[in-house]
């Protein structure tokens, strides 16, 4: 796959977090030193706020440290599938030892990884929707309820969530994983059940927040 992003900064540290996150996400990418001149066929070039003088191109990211490697490769995803904004974006969490999670904008896996705790997960789902117009994007988590960690994930999620953010609990009938696997192979499937997850209807989960709005 021809790469289509640019990374142009000779900062280490925003370097090294930007490039790892792209080879995370499996985003082809071309390294330039800034005021190179950019090839035709780079649609986006992110670069540090210092730099971003030296960039002769129409679509800049400007990455500043102030905001997590994953919202610039989410903005980058978006970019690259000529989307402003994103409809309709799903999440879909597989509860357990290990926390599948997999983020779904207008059906496509955009995001996929393991949690190993509550607040770790919680953490992760607030910096992907921490830059959401909810007036233009509709936003769903939907937890599958095969172990008992379901209830604390979900209250947890509803407590700290904005009341936009719709939450659904959802069965895991044939999403189970054997557990005779090793450590690796269960975190795959946790990722695999979170993706089946985010495609089932689920019931929607009354959020408190909401209802004290209402109140």
């Not at 649609?43 to 540090?48: F, L, S």
């Not at 090793?182 to 495609?199: E, Q, T």
């Amino acid at each position: 796959m021809k790469a289509e992003v640019a990374v142009a900064t000779v900062q280490g540290k925003a370097y090294f977090l930007i490039v790892n996150k792209l080879k995370e996400r499996n985003i082809p990418f071309l390294s330039l030193v800034p005021g190179e001149t950019v090839p035709t066929e780079i649609r986006v070039v992110i670069t540090t706020e210092k730099e971003k003088h030296l960039i002769n191109h129409e679509r800049i990211l400007v990455y500043d440290g102030e905001i997590a490697p994953d919202s610039a490769a989410n903005e980058i995803r978006k970019i690259l599938q000529g989307k402003e904004v994103y409809e309709k974006i799903v999440i879909g969490v597989d509860p357990g030892e290990v926390f599948g999670l997999a983020v779904i904008a207008d059906g496509k896996v955009n995001e996929t990884g393991n949690c190993f705790s509550t607040q770790e997960a919680l953490a992760k789902i607030s910096s992907v929707i921490k830059n959401v117009d909810f007036s233009s994007t509709a936003v769903s988590i939907k937890i599958g309820s095969g172990v008992p960690a379901y209830k604390e994930l979900i209250e947890t999620l509803d407590a700290a969530l904005p009341p936009e953010v719709v939450l659904e609990v959802v069965s895991e009938a044939g999403t189970n994983r054997p557990l005779d696997e090793n450590k690796h192979r269960r975190g795959l499937r946790d990722i695999a059940s979170a993706i089946r997850i985010a495609g089932r209807a689920g019931h929607v989960y009354p959020r408190r927040k909401t209802g004290e709005s209402n109140g």
